[in-house]
């Protein structure tokens, strides 16, 4: 039997206590050790009482660590320095492992030849039936298609000591898991997919989740730093709208200017491209919804809002990471 410890950085939301059920009552080779790392900058031990009680014979293999609220990346990092397995799976806290998990996991393990150093879970995002899904629910049901994703991801041990774990300087939950692997694969290892399946809930959110989310365009900075203007294609991501979400910021900022210096022609003409171009971004974010009075609502307010965000976050993020070394350097 291959050994195996998980690992999960939790902020110790709600979905916490459904994750730890499930892998308590996943059948299959139970793991060595589980570690929790608390990640909230803040923690307050007895928030964990009630999820860690759901655990039953697994609490005895179970350590709580802090984080400090240092973010996903380092919160894995201090969790996997901690295991002596050969293998660390990581699971979000937000997820619930399948009925079998946990013999499927140690299946697909044991199946992985010396070059594979990582294997990857099958995620499944459940969608309400009776309805179109939201633009919210469309994003994270991408999750089922993404490369690598550490919802549900096993590494080795020693690979993943050998590249210097995650790179914490990804700050949030995004593409500090497409980083690992395109420098893990750099090494001439693989990572595949296995058979064990995860269910990824959706998650409630507020209205202004995908404004908040365009942070993560000061990510998208860093790995063009690290790994090049082709990391999109390496990591086999889609590229997004950044471009032209940069456009439309500039004819909005353009026909402000414009204005303010008499030039009306010049500034109308701004505009109308900046109006074009937020009434295509919205409607292509309209369509494919349940068009709600509520969802039209806020489709149209943040599809105004998220070019100039995005666009800051990118120049802000490429600034910031301009002379970014490799990660190994920095954790040396």
């Not at 039997?1 to 709600?14: C, E, G, Q, S």
Request: glycine share 8%.
């Amino acid at each position: 039997m291959t050994a195996y410890a998980v690992v999960i950085p939790t902020l110790v939301r709600d979905t916490l206590a459904d994750c730890l059920a499930a892998l308590a009552a996943a059948t299959g080779p139970r793991p060595d050790e589980i570690v929790l790392v608390d990640d909230r900058p803040d923690p307050d031990p007895a928030a964990l009482d009630h999820p860690l009680g759901v655990l039953g014979d697994l609490r005895d293999r179970t350590t709580v660590l802090t984080g400090g609220g240092r973010g996903p990346a380092a919160a894995r990092n201090t969790g996997m320095r901690a295991v002596s397995a050969p293998w660390v799976a990581f699971l979000d806290d937000d997820v619930q492992v399948g009925p079998n998990w946990c013999a499927q996991l140690t299946e697909d393990l044991a199946d992985a030849p010396p070059d594979v150093a990582g294997v990857q879970g099958v995620i499944t995002v459940p969608l309400p039936g009776e309805r179109r899904p939201t633009d919210w629910e469309r994003g994270t049901a991408g999750l089922a298609r993404a490369r690598w994703i550490t919802a549900d991801m096993a590494y080795r041990t020693e690979a993943l000591k050998q590249v210097g774990g995650f790179d914490e300087r990804f700050p949030r939950a995004f593409r500090e898991d497409a980083d690992l692997a395109l420098r893990i694969l750099g090494r001439g290892l693989r990572i595949r997919r296995g058979s064990r399946t995860t269910r990824h809930p959706v998650r409630p959110a507020s209205r202004w989740a995908s404004l908040r989310q365009q942070r993560g365009n000061a990510d998208d900075a860093l790995m063009r730093r690290l790994h090049g203007p082709d990391w999109w294609d390496k990591a086999a991501a889609p590229r997004g709208r950044i471009r032209r979400h940069a456009a439309i910021t500039a004819a909005g900022a353009a026909a402000c200017a414009l204005a303010a210096t008499g030039h009306r022609r010049a500034a109308a003409a701004c505009a109308l491209g900046w109006a074009a171009g937020t009434a295509e971004f919205a409607r292509a974010r309209i369509l494919p919804g349940p068009r709600t009075r509520d969802e039209v609502t806020t489709m149209l307010v943040t599809s105004a809002l998220i070019p100039p965000a995005a666009t800051w976050h990118r120049l802000a993020g490429a600034w910031r990471h301009r002379r970014a070394p490799a990660w190994q350097e920095v954790a040396r």
